[in-house]
């Protein structure tokens, strides 16, 4: 697997149909990829997805199962979601290949991607939407548009393996490194015990403050150097509390 192929991951949402993971390991790892995480299975492992995955069982093999998204993607610096619904009003939506393009230039930053695919049926919640920091659709005819699982994943991966030749090894730079997700969550999770001290956040009424700061630090793709200052200046609130 390239340096590149290794920095992104696929990570499939409560699949119902074994057979569609094991056709999008498939998908994957023709187009050179093979990192896949798998969140809450419905029906796996199982021998329909082997046998689906054909010659890409070593995908499946070395695929995660995790019991949550935020699990699954704590070391990724970037996430998108793919959607099927034009839900553009309210967050950035990109096409595959302008998706492929910011991937590639964040593993060149060194950094690392996750992409979400929902459920066949009813694909990813608004909240698991609103916890990407993009979405990605795939341009479809609008009097047909259901595509299946595995035909978006290898939509994606396609797009992923156009620009993969032609990518430089990363430059790891400290200054510039995005904040992983799981140090995002840490943080959210200590600025949230500090504000039920203060009294902003009523605990029983937290109202819509956590999901707008999960929107505020998503839209300013913080460093790690900076989520650390702003984890030192809630230590130093809470030594006074
Ligand atoms: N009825 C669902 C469709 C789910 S299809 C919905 O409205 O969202 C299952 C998954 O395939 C989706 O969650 C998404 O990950 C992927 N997918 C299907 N069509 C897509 C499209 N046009 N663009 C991007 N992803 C798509």
């Given at each position: 697997?390239?340096?590149?192929?290794?920095?992104?991951?696929?990570?499939?949402?409560?699949?119902?149909?074994?057979?569609?993971?094991?056709?999008?390991?498939?998908?994957?790892?023709?187009?050179?990829?093979?990192?896949?995480?798998?969140?809450?299975?419905?029906?796996?492992?199982?021998?329909?997805?082997?046998?689906?995955?054909?010659g890409a069982?070593?995908?499946?093999?070395?695929?995660?199962?995790?019991?949550?998204?935020?699990?699954?993607?704590?070391?990724?610096?970037?996430?998108?979601?793919?959607?099927?619904?034009?839900?553009?009003?309210?967050?950035?939506?990109?096409?595959?290949?302008?998706?492929?393009?910011?991937?590639?230039?964040?593993?060149?930053?060194?950094?690392?991607?996750?992409?979400?695919?929902?459920?066949?049926?009813?694909?990813?919640?608004?909240?698991?939407?609103?916890?990407?920091?993009?979405?990605?659709?795939?341009?479809?005819?609008?009097?047909?548009?259901?595509?299946?699982?595995?035909?978006?994943?290898?939509?994606?991966?396609?797009?992923?393996?156009?620009?993969?030749?032609?990518?430089?090894?990363?430059?790891?730079?400290?200054?510039?490194?995005?904040?992983?997700?799981?140090?995002?969550?840490?943080?959210?999770?200590?600025?949230?015990q500090?504000?039920?001290?203060?009294?902003?956040?009523e605990?029983?009424?937290?109202?819509?403050?956590?999901?707008?700061?999960?929107?505020?630090l998503?839209?300013?793709?913080?460093?790690s150097?900076?989520?650390?200052?702003?984890?030192?200046?809630?230590?130093?609130?809470?030594k006074?509390?």
């Amino acid at each position: 697997m390239s340096l590149f192929a290794s920095k992104i991951e696929f990570v499939l949402v409560e699949t119902s149909h074994p057979g569609n993971i094991g056709a999008a390991a498939r998908a994957m790892k023709t187009m050179g990829l093979n990192s896949l995480k798998l969140v809450a299975p419905k029906d796996y492992p199982s021998a329909e997805a082997t046998a689906r995955a054909a010659g890409a069982d070593d995908v499946l093999a070395s695929a995660d199962v995790t019991h949550s998204i935020s699990t699954s993607i704590d070391k990724s610096t970037l996430v998108f979601g793919t959607t099927a619904r034009d839900r553009s009003e309210k967050w950035p939506i990109v096409s595959p290949r302008e998706a492929a393009k910011l991937v590639a230039n964040e593993v060149a930053a060194g950094g690392r991607v996750s992409i979400l695919f929902g459920r066949e049926r009813s694909g990813l919640d608004n909240q698991e939407l609103a916890s990407c920091h993009q979405l990605i659709r795939i341009p479809v005819n609008p009097e047909y548009s259901s595509l299946n699982l595995a035909a978006a994943v290898q939509v994606l991966a396609y797009e992923l393996r156009l620009l993969s030749d032609s990518q430089s090894p990363p430059e790891n730079d400290k200054e510039t490194e995005l904040a992983s997700m799981g140090d995002q969550d840490a943080f959210l999770q200590q600025l949230d015990q500090v504000m039920q001290q203060t009294g902003y956040l009523e605990v029983d009424h937290p109202g819509l403050v956590r999901f707008h700061l999960r929107r505020l630090l998503l839209r300013a793709l913080p460093t790690s150097k900076e989520i650390k200052m702003l984890h030192g200046i809630l230590r130093s609130i809470r030594k006074h509390l």
